[in-house]
């Protein structure tokens, strides 16, 4: 089946800093990627949409100048969270779909959980 | 309105137990169903998908839409304390432009106890 991993698994940085996470598709080219964030007990709320190549697409209320996205290659997709405050503090997870895919193959990284003191 | 309602749960039942879970929606665009189970701190996999009405079977669970009631279901036969995890409901359409984003339910904790 396909692989999504992420990188980090568990980040902790202090405030005011910038930490990258990593989201790979480890045997499929990702013509798309998916960027979530989960809240404790919550459900999953997409962040912003990257096709390879292209700019990311955000979701309404989601500052692109804060959660940069990056996807770069058919492979890799990062997210940057820049200038890091407690209220960032949660689960990234990823996803990735190839070209031309079902909604139902859409694969999920592990996530990341980001502490930000 | 939410385009996905969940109920949150939590729930709890005895091993061996028959659970339903349940999700209602309101877009009906919607062509594609699906059920995931996250374990505490891992990513969501899929279950199950089921593509407009009827019901599908696999092993211990049945996925059943009735897209005439905009409702959407997963049981779980003789649960398991393994089956113990949140389930989300998702739901996404194929338009021109390909697959759509993935609509989620806010997901329900169920706990199978020994």
């Known amino acids: 089946g396909a692989v999504v991993s992420q990188h980090p698994s568990r980040v902790i940085c202090k405030s005011g800093t910038s930490v990258k996470i990593e989201c790979r598709s480890l045997?499929?080219?990702?013509?798309?990627m998916f960027w979530y964030r989960q809240f404790p007990k919550k459900s999953l709320m997409l962040m912003a949409t990257?096709?390879?190549?292209?700019?990311?697409?955000?979701e309404q209320g989601v500052e692109k100048d804060k959660f940069l996205i990056n996807h770069a290659s058919l492979t890799l997709s990062t997210l940057t969270v820049t200038s890091a405050h407690p209220e960032d503090s949660s689960f990234y997870i990823c996803?990735?779909?190839?070209?031309?895919?079902?909604?139902?193959?859409?694969?999920f990284g592990p996530g990341t959980r980001l502490t930000v003191t | 309105q939410k385009e996905v309602e969940q109920d949150p749960g939590p729930l709890s039942v005895p091993e061996g137990a028959i659970v339903s879970l349940n999700c209602t929606y309101s877009?009906?665009?919607?062509?594609?169903f699906m059920w995931y189970r996250q374990y505490s701190r891992k990513g969501p996999e899929l279950l199950m998908y089921?593509?407009?009405?009827g019901n599908k079977e696999d092993g211990r669970f049945t996925a059943q839409v009735d897209k005439s009631s905009k409702y959407i279901s997963l049981f779980i036969r003789d649960s398991q304390p393994s089956d113990s995890a949140t389930y989300l409901c998702?739901?996404?359409?194929?338009?021109?432009?390909?697959?759509?984003?993935?609509?989620f339910g806010q997901g329900t904790r169920l706990t199978i106890n020994p």
């Open positions: 990257s096709n390879e190549g292209s700019k990311a697409t955000y």
């Open positions: 998702a739901m996404s359409a194929i338009t021109s432009q390909g697959a759509q984003k993935l609509v």
């Open positions: 877009n009906s665009a919607f062509q594609y």
């Open positions: 996803s990735a779909r190839r070209g031309a895919a079902r909604p139902y193959e859409q694969y």
């Open positions: 089921t593509y407009s009405s």
């Open positions: 045997d499929f080219q990702a013509t798309t």
